[in-house]
């Protein structure tokens, strides 16, 4: 049974970089989209990304200039970093595993890790 | 703001069914699969739904999706407190991003 553990910085202060890893054990690291996804206290979820094992990128157009997400394969792990973080960015970060096809027709996630809070406060 | 539209609530009683509606458009629901997640209070979202209509294993059939034009639809049947809890809808948007609906918070009263 596939698991994602996800661990990073809680807190932050305005204009640093957020920097959360998350590690898959338990199945296959190839054939699937690995995301980031976040959601600020109280309010509904948003998609930040993905990577695949090639380590080719997606990102969300309204993130894309502060988003960078990497892949280490020899570790089976993915990581997400965001620059210039403000108190908008304080949310809980889940890393998840993601399906689709070629065309995005069909996109879904059917493992999540269990979310880090991250705090952007003076 | 979410480009799916949810509405905030729903809730009935034990033992009856309740639906959720998704509201999208032709960039996004109109062309594509939808998924559907669940969230306990204080947890992960969790797959219900994928592909408009499809359950992943372990999902009891009281759970049931549906898709007609730029719309999905949740349904719960034989509702029970265990499935208090936020709904969320999903697809890919023209837009080049993954959108999720606005959420919906079932209560069973």
């Known amino acids: 049974q596939v698991q994602l553990q996800q661990w990073g910085a809680g807190l932050l202060k305005p204009s640093e970089t957020l920097s959360l890893t998350c590690a898959v054990y338990?199945?296959?690291?190839?054939?699937?989209?690995w995301s980031w996804i976040r959601q600020p206290p109280g309010k509904g979820l948003e998609w930040i990304g993905e990577?695949?094992?090639?380590?080719?990128?997606n990102y969300n157009p309204s993130l894309k200039s502060r988003v960078t997400i990497s892949v280490d394969t020899s570790k089976n792990q993915f990581s997400l970093k965001l620059s210039s973080v403000t108190a908008a960015d304080t949310a809980v970060y889940y890393c998840?595993?993601?399906?689709?096809?070629?065309?995005?027709?069909?996109?879904?996630?059917?493992?999540w890790g269990k979310g880090t809070t991250v705090t952007v406060s003076s | 703001q979410s480009v799916l539209t949810q509405p905030p609530s729903v809730s009935a009683a034990p033992g009856q069914k309740v639906t959720i509606s998704c509201s999208g458009s032709?960039?996004?629901?109109?062309?594509?699969?939808v998924s559907w997640y669940q969230q306990l209070p204080g947890t992960a979202p969790k797959l219900l739904i994928y592909?408009?209509?499809k359950r992943p294993s372990g999902i009891p059939d009281r759970f049931s999706g549906s898709k007609s034009g730029t719309s999905a639809t949740l349904g719960i049947t034989g509702l029970q407190t265990g499935d208090e809890a936020d709904y969320y809808c999903?697809?890919?948007?023209?837009?080049?991003?993954?959108?999720f609906g606005t959420g919906t918070k079932v209560t069973v009263l």
């Open positions: 990577i695949n094992h090639s380590g080719s990128t």
């Open positions: 032709s960039s996004n629901i109109g062309n594509n699969y």
């Open positions: 999903g697809t890919w948007d023209s837009s080049l991003r993954k959108v």
């Open positions: 592909e408009n209509n």
């Open positions: 338990g199945g296959s690291f190839s054939g699937y989209y």
């Open positions: 998840a595993r993601g399906k689709r096809d070629s065309s995005w027709y069909y996109y879904y996630m059917d493992v």
